[in-house]
């Protein structure tokens, strides 16, 4: 069975700080997908960033970076310089890459970006 | 771009009662699933559909059932509405087999009394 754990259920910080938003994943599969997404208080689900279990490379997008580490089943976030919109709640999700392709989400981690 | 589209965007039911929840995509997706959304529990799926034609259940079916109508329509039916399945209901599709992420719609909001 596949799971995905936000140990973090919210985090508060200051504008401008940078914060790690930390997803740890379990898989007996040998290829997956991990994604990002976010969900702003308007509701909406905002997809971020997939990354395939082949790639290690982290990813860097604006103030947004993504480290995947394998050996430790890890796919963490982080943004740096904070921003108030960035408030939201974030979550992260595992999915197969073959067969039904359902998303195994966390139960997410909402941030709050203090002015 | 409509993307994936859902209605109604809030409900409010009375215990007993029944309801069909709407999803039109008009991305030719191939995948459409259904997910709930409770507090401090993430998303979880009820149902899907790999093609049109096809449905199966997800993690937590029960209450629940589904069509597929054609490749754009995937409804889900509350036959008799309970308090437990007050929810925030997300749609999504995907065009399967090319590891592309799933688009969502903007959810529906319900509450059975």
């Known amino acids: 069975a596949q799971k995905v754990t936000q140990a973090q259920t919210e985090i508060s910080v200051v504008e401008k700080e940078d914060v790690t938003l930390d997803c740890v994943y379990e898989?007996?599969?040998?290829?997956?997908?991990l994604f990002w997404y976010k969900q702003p208080p308007s509701g909406e689900l905002v997809f971020l960033i997939r990354?395939?279990?082949?790639?290690?490379q982290n990813e860097i997008s604006g103030r947004y970076s993504w480290n995947f580490q394998k050996s430790t089943s890890s796919f963490n976030f982080t943004i740096t310089a904070s921003q108030v919109v960035d408030s939201a709640v974030y979550f992260c999700?595992?999915?197969?890459?073959?067969?039904?392709?359902?998303?195994?989400f966390g139960t997410g981690t909402r941030l709050t970006i203090i002015p | 771009n409509a993307g994936v589209t859902q209605t109604p965007k809030f409900q409010v039911l009375k215990t007993g009662q029944s309801m069909t929840l709407q999803c039109a995509q008009d991305?030719?997706?191939?995948?459409m699933y259904w997910y709930r959304q409770d507090p401090g529990m993430g998303l979880r799926l009820i149902y899907y559909?790999?093609?049109?034609?096809?449905?199966d259940k997800g993690e937590v079916p029960n209450g629940y059932n589904v069509s597929r109508l054609n490749k754009r329509e995937f409804s889900l039916r509350l036959e008799s509405a309970a308090p437990s399945q007050t929810s925030v209901y997300f749609c999504?599709?995907?065009?399967?087999?090319?590891?592309?992420?799933?688009?969502f719609g903007d959810g529906t909001r319900l509450s059975i009394l």
């Open positions: 898989t007996r599969d040998t290829t997956y997908y």
């Open positions: 991305m030719n997706h191939n995948s």
């Open positions: 999504a599709s995907l065009f399967s087999g090319v590891g592309q992420p799933q688009h």
């Open positions: 559909s790999a093609s049109e034609g096809t449905t």
């Open positions: 999700a595992l999915r197969r890459s073959f067969g039904n392709e359902k998303l195994t």
């Open positions: 990354r395939n279990s082949f790639d290690e």
